[in-house]
C-alpha cells in the first residue's frame, strides 16, 4: 500500500535541520512540527525516534480525502492519521488539530521545531507573522532548536504580504537570547505540479536555523 507524502517531491532543507537537529538533541527528542501536513517531515523523524508534537489544521490531510493532483484526475489521499497508523508510529506522535495560531498548546518543552512552507498560507494572513513565529520560538526549552523554510516573494502581490518573507527580515526576531545557526536563500526556481499547484510554478525559499540560548 503507497502511503507516500503527496508533497514528497517539493524542494526542502529538513536535511540541513535534521543534521542540526543531531548535532544538538538525543534521539529520542521532542520536536514540534508546525504544518505537519500528510507527514512528509513527521513520519521520518517518529522513524528515527524522535517523539513528535505535529500541529495541522487541514483535516483532509489529517484524516484523507479527495485532492486534485496534477492532470485534473482526483484520487483518495491517505491522511497523516492513517499513515503513521500503518507504518506503527501513532504511539511516537501527538497530533493538535485546529489552527496553530489558536492552540492553546503551549508546553515549553520541545527540543524542536520545524515548519515548511505553511505560514504565507492566505488563512494566517489575518495575524501578523511575528504572532506565529514567537509562538513557535516558545515552545522551545533554553538550547532548543528553530528550524523553519519559508516562501520568499516571486510576484508582485507577494511584496504586500510580510509572511511572504526573507532570512534578514526573519533574523530580526532571533536577536537577543537565540544563537543563529544558518540562513540560506534560493534563487527563483521552477517547481513541477503538485498538489495545491497543478501546474509548473515559481518559487524562492528561505531557510533559517536557530538555536535559544541556554543562558
Ligand atoms: C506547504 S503545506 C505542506 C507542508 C510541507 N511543505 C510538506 O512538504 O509536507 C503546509 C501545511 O501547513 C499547514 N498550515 C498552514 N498554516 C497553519 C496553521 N496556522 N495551523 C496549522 N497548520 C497550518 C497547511 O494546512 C498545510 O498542510
Not at 522551545?140 to 534578514?168: C, D, I, K, N, W
Not at 530580526?172 to 501546474?199: A, C, K, S, Y
Request: net charge negative; aromatic share 8%.
Amino acid at each position: 500500500m503507497d502511503t507516500r507524502s503527496l508533497w514528497e517531491h517539493t524542494l526542502t532543507f529538513f536535511p540541513q535541520f535534521l543534521s542540526a537537529l543531531r548535532e544538538r538533541a538525543p534521539a529520542d527528542a521532542t520536536v514540534a512540527v508546525v504544518g505537519a501536513s500528510d507527514g512528509k517531515f513527521v513520519l521520518p523523524l517518529a522513524a528515527t525516534g524522535h517523539h513528535v508534537i505535529a500541529f495541522e489544521r487541514d483535516p483532509v490531510a489529517l484524516h484523507g480525502g479527495e485532492v486534485k493532483l496534477p492532470g485534473g484526475a482526483i484520487t483518495h489521499s491517505r491522511g497523516l492519521i492513517d499513515r503513521l497508523r500503518m507504518a506503527g508510529l501513532d504511539g511516537q506522535v501527538r497530533l493538535v488539530e485546529g489552527d496553530f495560531l489558536d492552540t492553546e498548546y503551549a508546553e515549553h518543552r520541545c527540543d524542536a521545531v520545524w515548519t515548511s512552507c505553511s505560514w504565507h498560507y492566505s488563512a494566517n494572513h489575518r495575524r501578523p507573522l511575528p504572532d506565529f513565529v514567537t509562538r513557535m520560538q516558545s515552545l522551545l526549552r533554553a538550547g532548543g532548536l528553530f528550524g523553519a523554510e519559508f516562501m520568499m516573494p516571486v510576484e508582485q502581490r507577494h511584496t504586500l504580504v510580510e509572511h511572504y518573507t526573507s532570512p534578514e527580515k526573519l533574523s530580526r526576531h532571533f536577536t537577543t537570547g537565540w544563537d543563529m545557526l544558518l540562513t540560506l536563500r534560493t534563487n527563483e526556481f521552477i517547481e513541477r505540479p503538485h498538489v495545491g499547484q497543478l501546474h509548473d510554478h515559481t518559487h524562492r525559499m528561505g531557510l533559517l536555523l536557530a538555536a535559544r540560548s541556554t543562558n
